[in-house]
């Protein structure tokens, strides 16, 4: 499998995943600046939305979308326990946390990554954030994870977009149990292993 990425951006969360898993593959550069491979590869020409991530399976199939992939990276591996099984309630459970992530958290930032949104529009979409984190920091009081007691693949995707805070000024530290969430996410080899691979740790 390869899985197209870009440092620090969503695709961090599929790549940790896929260290959870134990799978093998091959991460691919694929710089969401220029829409290009390192050795020059025009990236629409893999994927025409132009973003990351992307799995390519063995069998040449792509997919795109990191909800949908981190699911699928969990499903070849069902022993890891990385999702609920198909079907039963605990996994739809685990989709409502990811569509809120990419809907209500990640999509959240996007004005804020954009350098065409003026500075007095910004303050909007950074309190809608820190209503958005507040939220999730009280669904996490009394858990480990935000399933419970185990990880998930939803926890990958929300340690990624909680990472982003910092760097356009939205202010989550007061936020403990967010906190303390990042921190035993961060403790986690798969996760060290995804972010030194992608050159965001020394």
């Known amino acids: 499998m390869k899985l197209y990425y ?3 951006a969503c695709s961090l969360s599929p790549h940790i995943v896929l260290r959870e898993s134990g799978l093998a593959f091959e991460p ?19 994927n025409p939305k132009g973003y ?23 499903d070849q ?11 039963t309630m605990a996994r739809y459970r685990l989709q409502e946390w990811l569509n ?15 350098p065409a949104v003026p500075e007095d529009a910004r303050p ?17 009081a009394g858990k480990a994870y935000l399933m419970g007691d185990e990880f998930s ?3 990958a995707y929300l340690f990624t977009v909680a ?24 403790a986690r080899p798969a996760v060290q292993a995804a972010m030194k691979a992608e050159g965001l740790l020394k």
Do not use: C
């Not at 550069?29 to 893999?46: E, F, M, N, R, V």
């Open 6 to 8: 870009s440092p620090g």
């Open 100 to 114: 809120f992530i990419t809907s209500e958290l990640h999509k959240g930032f996007s004005p804020l990554f954009n």
């Open 77 to 87: 591996v069902p022993d890891k326990k990385l999702a609920p099984p198909a079907g």
């Open 153 to 155: 693949v939803a926890d």
């Open 28 to 46: 691919v550069l694929a710089s969401t600046k220029t829409h290009k491979l390192q050795d020059g590869t025009d990236y629409y020409g893999i």
């Open 124 to 140: 909007v979409f950074r309190k809608k954030l820190v209503e958005r984190f507040t939220w999730v920091d009280g669904q996490l």
């Open 163 to 186: 990472s982003w805070a910092p760097h356009v000024g939205v202010d989550i530290t007061g936020l403990a149990n967010l906190s303390a969430f990042s921190a035993r996410m961060f």
């Open 52 to 74: 990351v991530p992307l799995l390519e399976l063995d069998g040449g199939e792509r997919l795109s979308e990191g909800p949908v992939i981190v699911q699928y990276i969990a």
